[in-house]
């Protein structure tokens, strides 16, 4: 016990590790910020339709108790190996920190509005390369000719011979 004493007193009085765990609080006090704030805005819309890789494809299973004492685990077991080893809370403080701004992104980039590109307008040329277009019409022979006339070609994209 008085060897763990002596390693709290030693590292609190390290300039350098008391304004990393205060760089980490910040940071940790950013991310809650942001990560509220991402998941007011995923509550705020919330009628956009998101899809989930691995719930969609896996059944109704109840695993509540895997959520909540799974989290209070991990956070016991977490605070322990801390206390044990106190010159590793800097970097447990900026991980977490991390993590939290990252999901925060994502969270938030998952409950964007949908695309404006609207899939049932045709698209032009160019674009028709990326969003799929029909382009069968340019491989036949009497859509070749007709290309050069607007009559020749229906709405659709596909080839009218009007001759």
Not at 28 to 39: D, E, H, L, M, Q
Not at 89 to 116: C, Y
Request: proline share 6%; glycine share 8%.
């Amino acid at each position: 016990m008085e060897g763990t004493i002596q390693l709290y007193r030693r590292l609190f009085g390290n300039r350098a590790f008391v304004r990393s765990i205060c760089e980490g609080t910040v940071f940790f006090a950013a991310s809650t910020i942001a990560i509220f704030a991402a998941v007011s805005y995923a509550t705020v819309h919330a009628s956009n339709y998101v899809t989930d890789f691995v719930l969609s494809r896996v059944g109704p299973y109840n695993l509540r108790f895997l959520f909540v004492y799974g989290t209070f685990t991990a956070f016991v077991i977490t605070m322990g190996l801390l206390a044990w080893r106190p010159n590793r809370v800097p970097f447990a403080l900026k991980a977490i920190a991390l993590f939290l701004l990252v999901r925060a992104v994502f969270v938030a980039l998952t409950h964007m509005a949908p695309s404006p590109i609207d899939p049932q307008k045709t698209v032009p040329f160019f674009n028709s390369i990326f969003y799929g277009s029909d382009l069968s019409f340019l491989g036949t022979p009497g859509c070749r000719s007709s290309r050069r006339s607007p009559s020749g070609t229906s709405r659709s994209g596909g080839c009218s011979i009007l001759r």
